[in-house]
């Protein structure tokens, strides 16, 4: 067992949760613990939880007193007890052997945090533009806006759905998520924490829904992605950029 403590915000997840949880069932070695902070459900994301708390060793659910994934992320890290944190979406499968992966990536004791190679496909579909224009994004974005940082200091621009992990002790230093936004908490979070060392993308694959490109189109969903990585390089106001961003179940 590896001490790695998984948090998995939910909000209205019972289509993608459970799938998501019998995956980590198969994780091996396994983790500490799951937190599962829920921000508020209307649908059966809790109770679907709570009813596979007897196939994990350790499982916790909780509804958290707000709304919204930073809050919500914050909300498990602080009932962690894990040296690690690996903060989770409910859409996306992790790889058998993710948590030996993250282990070795937070060995190296100048890398801070780090993410996956995040693949985005359907039931029947793989969107390889998208993903390829989100791996490209990680580094273009940072290079672009903040060059300093990327050649200097090794900063990367990750997103949520590359499960973004990192110690906890630095996590908590810095002070977390910013709890009032949004959209782009993660490039804020990232920000921070680079003064503990660089951010890694590892040359691993995670899968993650494809909800929003399928809702949208690949053409308007790679538009907005591209204009809200710009909008947040010069400095636009995250709440003014979640208006771009719609929740998608």
């Not at 067992?1 to 396994?30: C, D, H, K």
């Not at 060059?147 to 759905?161: A, E, I």
Request: aromatic content about 10%.
């Amino acid at each position: 067992m590896i001490g790695v403590s998984i948090i998995i915000p939910t909000l209205n997840e019972e289509q993608a949760l459970p799938r998501v949880l019998r995956q980590l069932q198969r994780l091996n070695p396994e983790p500490l613990e799951i937190i599962v902070a829920d921000g508020g459900s209307t649908d059966r994301t809790v109770q679907l939880a709570e009813a596979m708390r007897p196939c994990f060793r350790q499982l916790q659910v909780f509804r958290c007193s707000a709304t919204g994934r930073s809050v919500q992320m914050n909300a498990g890290a602080a009932v962690a007890t894990g040296s690690i944190l690996c903060f989770l979406h409910a859409d996306t499968i992790l790889p058998d052997d993710a948590l030996t992966v993250i282990s070795r990536t937070l060995d190296d004791p100048e890398t801070a945090a780090g993410g996956f190679i995040s693949i985005m496909r359907g039931s029947t579909t793989t969107q390889w533009l998208t993903s390829l224009h989100n791996f490209l994004k990680t580094y273009y974005a940072p290079l672009l806006f903040r060059p300093y940082l990327f050649f200097v200091k090794g900063g990367r621009l990750l997103f949520g759905d590359q499960v973004i992990f990192c110690r906890r002790e630095q996590f908590l230093s810095v002070g977390g998520y910013t709890p009032e936004m949004a959209i782009m908490e993660e490039a804020d979070f990232l920000l921070r924490i680079i003064r503990f060392g660089r951010i890694r993308q590892v040359n691993r694959i995670v899968e993650s829904s494809d909800r929003r490109v399928a809702r949208w189109g690949i053409w308007k969903a790679n538009a907005l992605f591209l204009l809200i990585g710009i909008l947040w390089g010069i400095g636009y106001p995250p709440h003014k950029l979640k208006r771009l961003y719609s929740d998608i179940r």
